[in-house]
Nanobody, 115 residues
Framework: QVQLVESGGGLAQAGGSLKLSCVVS????????MGWYRQAPGKQRELVAR???????TYADSVKGRFTISRDNAKNTVYLQMNSLKPEDTAVYYC?????????WGQGTQVTVSS
């Protein structure tokens, strides 16, 4: 059974940091591109960052220079280090493959940034 379990969210003040983790099980991880996505209230889910199987990364303009995506293939885990957080980063954050596979969305982890 394929599972993606996100963790690490919480409440942070503007300018603060959080590190999200996503553990993948039930499917080969190392050869796949992965992404972090987020959905704010009343908005569509959007891609925040992605990392290729080889470690190449791309970011949404809104988080470039503040967020860093990384992966540990030995642990089947993808991370999102979020620095200089802003209130507009408030959302539920999800991981999935890139491009995302419908039906494999996890519960996500809530990130709330206060001003």
């Amino acid at each position: 059974q394929v599972q993606l379990v996100e963790s690490g969210g919480g409440l942070a003040q503007a300018g603060g940091s959080l590190k999200l983790s996503c553990v993948v099980s039930g499917r080969i991880f190392s050869g796949n591109h992965m992404g972090w996505y987020r959905q704010a209230p009343g908005k569509q889910r959007e891609l925040v960052a992605r990392i290729t199987s080889g470690g190449g990364t791309t970011y949404a303009d809104s988080v470039k220079g503040r967020f860093t995506i990384s992966r540990d293939n030995a642990k089947n885990t993808v991370y999102l280090q979020m620095n200089s957080l802003k209130p507009e980063d408030t959302a539920v954050y999800y991981c999935n493959w890139y491009p995302p596979i419908v039906g494999y969305w996890g519960q996500g982890t809530q990130v709330t940034v206060s001003s």
